[in-house]
Nanobody
Framework: QVQLVESGGGLVQPGGSLRLSCAAS????????MGWYRQAPGKQRGLVAT???????NYADSVKGRFTISRDNAKNTVYLQMNILKPEDTAVYYC?????????????????WGQGTQVTVSS
């Protein structure tokens, strides 16, 4: 009932920047938390950053001061601005969105994941 489409990944040199986007669509009634997670080869998926409906943010220690999460509620979209990228930031980045959607006269909770976008930081 809710689909997420990510964009913005790619190859960048160390010290460079990228901006990821994740747009949610469907019969969305409300969106609560939105976030970004990443998974490097051979490692578990882990938190990068989250943002609540009120705009409160939380970041992994490894990205504090370099990454910024933001959201556009009118567009049901979450962004991740990544600056001063390092080779250790190389991973598949996934967005996650939690909220409620409307279906068959009921409001139902959803917790959806994007398809993932590859970010590679290399010279």
């Amino acid at each position: 009932q809710v689909q997420l489409v990510e964009s913005g990944g790619g190859l960048v040199q160390p010290g460079g920047s990228l901006r990821l986007s994740c747009a949610a669509s469907g019969s969305i009634a409300s969106i609560n938390a939105m976030g970004w997670y990443r998974q490097a080869p051979g490692k578990q998926r882990g938190l990068v950053a989250t943002i609540t409906s009120g705009g409160s943010t939380n970041y992994a220690d490894s990205v504090k001061g370099r990454f910024t999460i933001s959201r556009d509620n009118a567009k049901n979209t979450v962004y991740l601005q990544m600056n001063i990228l390092k080779p250790e930031d190389t991973a598949v980045y996934y967005c996650n969105v939690e909220g409620t959607y409307y279906s068959n006269d009921y409001y139902r909770n959803f917790d959806s994941w994007g398809q993932g976008t590859q970010v590679t930081v290399s010279s």
